[in-house]
């Protein structure tokens, strides 16, 4: 080998290494200013409008920002839940609804108007299930969700009102104002009393939830 090969072999390696270290800067920096965001605006977990799951006096809370058109949302949607399930009352799931997706801020308010009804996890399972016949990222359709919604427990007449209600934007606006104060630009979003999931993933989430656990329990 030349030293002139040498030399650029050499090269490649430091600008790899340059690109690389530049790549984890930048997801570093983000981690700190979604836990630092999180940390100075603290309120914004904390909206009575929002559906939970799990019991109210648990004492680890996993708020989820999440998008009814999002096949990632949909994937992790049971997860999520078995999570709550296998901490036996010391987890609760908070959800707020984030329409990113064309045509998803029309399924947002037909959940918001299941929450009116007590219904939210239900007809949120139906609208998930039913996701790739309404959900086209081309060409959405989300008023076909009332179809599926047909044999479930829902008023239809007295959701699609509370839908179309202004109570109904406000809460959407408020969900979106706190994912943009927390710089939420994807979903699902995750927060673990506060604490922002850094590294993407379902085992990932786990582990944050049992970091905490494991914390505030041993209090």
Partial sequence: MTNKQLTIILCGI??????????YGHFNKKSETAARLAQEN???????????????EAKVRIVEFFDPACET???????????VDSHQGKVQLVVRLVPLHK??????????AAHQQKLFF??????????????????PNPERIWTFLKGTSL??????????????QAVLDQDMADASTLQVTKTPGFFVNGRPLKDFGHEQLKALVEEEVKRVYAE
């Fill in 14 to 23: 430091v600008v790899l290494l340059g690109f690389a270290f530049g790549i």
């Fill in 42 to 56: 603290s309120s914004v977990f904390n909206r009575s409008h929002a559906p939970t799951y799990g019991p109210p």
């Fill in 73 to 83: 949302c949909r994937a992790f949607y049971p997860l999520v839940k078995r999570i």
């Fill in 103 to 112: 045509g998803s801020d029309v399924a947002a308010k037909i959940l918001i």
């Fill in 122 to 139: 239900p007809v949120t399972e139906v609208v998930l299930n039913s996701q790739d016949a309404w959900a086209a990222h081309d060409n």
């Fill in 155 to 168: 008023d239809a007449a007295k959701a699609k009102q509370d839908a179309g209600s202004p109570e109904a």
